[in-house]
């Protein structure tokens, strides 16, 4: 997976890379990552890449100027690229998307917005918006790292054990099952005894009847989007009459 990143803050981008996962996936070059300072791309002497929105009104908007610059820079190259831009707007992010971008053969270019917005003639630029959440950020960039974060873990070769996808938060569609370590007993909280009973086939099913409780508990809608099978549709109904 190759990613070229285009913000204003390249250090915020460049701290995160530079730890756990994404470091070590970097250094397989499992990913490549290149960050574009925005900035550098504004051809007047005093850098300038944000002005008064016409119309009037608050804040600041990014001028077209720098992005289209600097995508004409990438472009020098000739590689395929999909280029995305970080906006509430968009279309949400979720593990299908992840799992979409993970494969993908063409450079992605995540455009990280600031101030009000950017000047609507860079969306002639734009493949696509893509939203991490229904809510306003400062910019683009931890958007941009959440998602070459789930994206590059699911990579062949990134995690140290490839199971640990297979069986996490939304894998099966549904929330994580509770985990526990040592030591079995702390502060008189317990370990569930089936978790060391060593019958995998009963600790299998009861990670399944926890994962189908705290989807029904917290996000009941993911029910509805998945294939539950006749097992499922028991324990859950299980679940309705303990609530």
Same mark, same amino acid.
């Given at each position: 997976?190759?990613?070229?990143?285009?913000?204003?803050?390249?250090?915020?981008?460049?701290?995160?890379?530079? !730890?756990? =996962?994404?470091? /070590?996936?970097?250094?397989?070059?499992?990913? $490549?990552?290149? *960050?574009?300072?925005?900035?550098?791309?504004?051809?007047?002497?005093?850098?300038?890449?944000?002005?008064?929105?016409?119309?009037?009104?608050?804040?600041?908007?990014?001028?077209?100027?720098?992005?289209?610059?600097?995508?004409?820079?990438?472009?020098?190259?000739?590689?395929?690229?999909?280029?995305?831009?970080?906006?509430?707007?968009?279309?949400?992010?979720?593990?299908?998307?992840?799992?979409?971008?993970?494969?993908?053969?063409?450079?992605?270019?995540?455009?990280?917005?600031?101030? !009000?917005? =950017?000047?609507? /003639?860079?969306?002639?630029?734009?493949?696509? $918006?893509?939203? *991490?959440?229904?809510?306003?950020?400062?910019?683009?960039?931890?958007?941009?790292?959440?998602?070459?974060?789930?994206?590059?873990?699911?990579?062949?070769?990134?995690?140290?054990?490839?199971?640990?996808?297979?069986?996490?938060?939304?894998?099966?569609?549904?929330?994580?099952?509770?985990?526990?370590?040592?030591?079995?007993?702390?502060?008189?909280?317990?370990?569930?005894?089936?978790?060391?009973?060593?019958?995998?086939?009963?600790?299998?099913?009861?990670?399944?009847?926890?994962?189908?409780?705290?989807?029904?508990?917290?996000?009941?809608?993911?029910?509805?989007?998945?294939?539950?099978?006749?097992?499922?549709?028991?324990?859950?109904?299980?679940?309705?009459?303990?609530?």
């Amino acid at each position: 997976m190759k990613c070229d990143v285009l913000t204003l803050f390249p250090d915020i981008i460049n701290a995160y890379l530079k !730890e756990s =996962i994404l470091k /070590r996936a970097q250094e397989k070059k499992l990913i $490549e990552v290149k *960050i574009y300072n925005i900035r550098d791309f504004a051809s007047d002497k005093h850098k300038i890449v944000d002005d008064y929105p016409y119309g009037g009104g608050p804040g600041m908007v990014l001028k077209p100027e720098p992005l289209f610059n600097v995508i004409d820079f990438l472009k020098k190259d000739n590689e395929q690229r999909r280029t995305i831009l970080l906006s509430p707007q968009g279309r949400p992010f979720d593990q299908r998307l992840a799992g979409e971008f993970s494969e993908e053969k063409r450079r992605l270019v995540f455009i990280c917005g600031r101030y !009000e917005g =950017i000047d609507e /003639r860079v969306m002639s630029l734009i493949d696509e $918006e893509i939203s *991490i959440g229904d809510y306003v950020m400062t910019g683009g960039e931890l958007g941009a790292l959440v998602i070459i974060d789930a994206s590059a873990r699911l990579i062949k070769g990134a995690l140290g054990d490839e199971k640990s996808i297979e069986e996490e938060s939304f894998s099966w569609g549904l929330l994580d099952y509770p985990h526990y370590t040592r030591p079995r007993e702390f502060r008189g909280l317990s370990v569930p005894d089936i978790l060391v009973s060593g019958n995998h086939k009963e600790i299998w099913l009861w990670r399944r009847r926890e994962a189908i409780r705290k989807t029904f508990k917290v996000r009941p809608e993911l029910l509805e989007k998945i294939q539950l099978t006749d097992e499922d549709k028991k324990i859950l109904s299980e679940i309705k009459e303990e609530q």
